[in-house]
Every structure is written in structure tokens, then in C-alpha cells.
């Protein structure tokens, strides 16, 4: 199957700090990603569309100006997460597809983001 | 809007069945079905795109009914390696594969 990695694997902050999530595409080129947070024991909720080459697509109820996204080539993606807070700690999981509907999605390994 | 999943879990001795079902008010564009461990990346297991459809690997497989309402993944004959929190996932029209996930079914497998 199609490769994703992320950087890091877990990280643990202070309240307050950013920290920077990164998501690669090992194989093919990525024109698309998708971002998406999951908490304990919940489901997989999608955050935002990562385009390369122009601006994310933010899900309803998500803060773009909190969570910035980055997609500067077709092999990357990173979020930002900004002025963290206690409640922003969750498994963060990037994924990409070959680009069209129907296709099946290939994801990161995660990672777990603790904010104290 | 979220599809629903039932049940949301269940706990099988090896070599059981068991059947997951993926539910949604409206037509779905298609169904994906995706499988997790603990700290792990969901894994894609199949997609069913065609009211109707049926399809598998090995002892999973799945079927998507006329309506395009409703999906269900059968796990066959159970092995260990089967437990894991399964997902479905829907995609809207033309929303170019974006995924919308359902809760959750958690599975036990148990020897």
C-alpha cells in the first residue's frame, strides 16, 4: 500500500506553545490530504482538506486561525497547532488518496499530541 | 452527517461471526470500511460503491444494499488478529473523497 509518515510520533507541550505536525507522502504525489483528530475511544473526525499549492478547506467547527495548515509541495503537509491548550491533546491523523472520489484513503501513523 | 454504526461493540470467541452494520438516512455516494488497533492508523479494508454490491478478502467481506442506505461487514470464522475498532466511512458527492466516519464498532476476539 501507499507510504504516509509523520513527525513526529508523539509530543508532549506546555499550555500555550505551538507545535508543528508533519505529514508526507512517501510514494506518490499528493495534491490532496485530509487532517483528522481523534479522541479517545471516538471516531475519526475530519478537520480540513489540505491543498497543495493554495488554502486548506476547514470543516465546520474548526479554527483555521488555530489550526493552520501548510501544503507547500506535493509531498507535504503540515499542521500547526497554535497557543495550545489542555483541550487540543488528541491523536492527530493525516491521510492522502489518489486524489478523485471512490479512491480508498492511505494514513499516517498518528500522532499523539498531550498538552499539559 | 454521520453515518451509524451498530452495535458499537462486540466480543467474539475465534472462529465466530459476527456482522457490523453502517447506516445512513440518505443515499451514499459509497462506503468505505476501514480497521484500527489500538495506537495505530486505520487500515483500509474494501470500498462498495454499487447499490447491491458484495464483496471480500479472505473471511471479510461486505455488502452495500440497493437503497445505497445501508452497509454491513461480516468478519467470518474470526482469527485474533480480527479484533480492533472497525469504521465505515462515506463519502457525499462530489465532495472529492472526502470522508465522513461513523462511530465506531470495537471488536474482541477472543481465544
Not at chain 1, 99 to 108: P, R
Not at chain 2, 37 to 52: D, Q, R, S, T, Y
Not at chain 2, 73 to 95: D, N, R, V
Amino acid at each position: 500500500g501507499a507510504v504516509v509518515s509523520q513527525h513526529p510520533s508523539w509530543v508532549i507541550c506546555k499550555s500555550g506553545t505551538s507545535v508543528k505536525i508533519e505529514c508526507r507522502s512517501l510514494d506518490f504525489q499528493a495534491t490532496t490530504m485530509f487532517w483528522y483528530r481523534q479522541f479517545p475511544k471516538q471516531s475519526l473526525m475530519l478537520m480540513a482538506t489540505s491543498n497543495e499549492g493554495s488554502k486548506a478547506t476547514y470543516e465546520q467547527g474548526v479554527e483555521k486561525d488555530k489550526f493552520l495548515i501548510n501544503h507547500a509541495s506535493l509531498t507535504l503537509s503540515t499542521l500547526t497547532v497554535t497557543s495550545a491548550h489542555p483541550e487540543d491533546s488528541s491523536f492527530y491523523i493525516c491521510s492522502k488518496s489518489r486524489g478523485s472520489s471512490y479512491n480508498e484513503q492511505f494514513f499516517g501513523p498518528g500522532t499523539r499530541l498531550t498538552v499539559l | 452527517q454521520q453515518p451509524v454504526q451498530s452495535p458499537q461493540a462486540v466480543i467474539l470467541r475465534e472462529g465466530e461471526d459476527a456482522v457490523i452494520n453502517c447506516s445512513s438516512s440518505k443515499a451514499l455516494y459509497s462506503v468505505h470500511w476501514y480497521r484500527q488497533k489500538h495506537g495505530e492508523a486505520p487500515v483500509f479494508l474494501m470500498i462498495l460503491l454499487k447499490g447491491g454490491e458484495q464483496k471480500g478478502h479472505d473471511k471479510i467481506s461486505a455488502s452495500f444494499n440497493e437503497k445505497k442506505q445501508q452497509s454491513s461487514l461480516y468478519l467470518t470464522a474470526s482469527q485474533l488478529s480480527y479484533s480492533g475498532t472497525y469504521f465505515c466511512g462515506t463519502e457525499k458527492a462530489a465532495a472529492g473523497n472526502k470522508l465522513t466516519f461513523g462511530g465506531g464498532t470495537r471488536v474482541l476476539v477472543k481465544p
